[in-house]
């Protein structure tokens, strides 16, 4: 089974400009989780997706993050314009329908670290 | 609102010794319990998922309690080795329409051959 792809794995860009961050999740898995890990702090939730529709982006700074799921598959995440204090890795994730007995977890991908200078 | 700590922060262990690594949580009303771990520059790793109803899980070398009236969780590694060094995370599952992941700030562990 193939994991979660994420791409690319590292960008540096300049305050200001924007960015935008690939995902894959596990095929048939129907729930995507966009998280933001900075460092030294465990990951944080930006935007979870069931399906192509937002179950939760409560955490999600929308001023300048966005995030869509097309086709219910595929996401992107996009900053616009990045600060400095985005600077983190953006891990994603994806399961089975939560909530159910047979979901055992989460498979993350390997993120994208991005820094913001 | 649900948070969930880490201590110690950093842990440094010859190789062989049997450690314990410690997680609490604010809101005992969760649907599971996960111990993750995360190499540098690498995802996180799922090793141990604890069902609320569940006290304990065991994988190898590794068994994770949970005591959810207390908050507390532990991860108990058994003859540590260097192949152990990594950061361990530990997150609850929300009983929220989300579902979603509170992560801790993790325990960096190294493992001194």
């Known amino acids: 089974e193939a994991g979660v792809a994420q791409s690319p794995r590292y960008k540096i860009i300049e305050k200001r400009q924007s960015v935008a961050f690939w995902c894959n999740p596990i095929s048939g898995h129907a729930t995507l989780y966009w998280y933001q890990q900075i460092l030294g702090q465990g990951p944080k939730l930006l935007i979870q997706f069931q399906n192509n529709g937002v179950v939760d982006d409560s955490q999600l700074p929308k001023d300048r993050f966005s995030a869509e799921r097309l086709k219910g598959v595929d996401s992107t995440l996009k900053i616009q314009p990045a600060k400095l204090e985005d600077s983190a890795v953006y891990l994603c994730?994806?399961?089975?329908?939560?909530?159910?007995?047979?979901?055992?977890?989460?498979?993350f991908g390997s993120g994208t670290r991005l820094t913001v200078v | 609102k649900q948070e969930v700590t880490q201590i110690p922060a950093a842990l440094s262990v010859p190789e062989g010794e049997n450690l314990v690594l410690n997680c609490s949580f604010t809101d005992s009303a969760i649907y599971n319990l996960q111990w993750f771990r995360q190499d540098p520059g690498k995802g996180l790793t799922s090793l141990l998922l604890i069902q609320s109803s569940q006290r304990e899980q065991t994988s190898g070398r590794l068994n994770a309690s949970l005591d959810k009236s207390s908050g507390r969780s532990t991860l108990y590694i058994a003859a540590s080795q260097p192949g152990d060094s990594a950061t361990y995370l530990c997150?609850?599952?929300?009983?929220?329409?989300?579902?979603?992941?509170?992560f801790g700030s993790g325990t960096r562990l190294l493992v001194r051959p």
């Open positions: 994730a994806s399961s089975l329908v939560p909530g159910t007995e047979t979901n055992y977890g989460y498979t």
């Open positions: 997150a609850v599952k929300e009983m929220d329409s989300s579902y979603k992941l509170i």
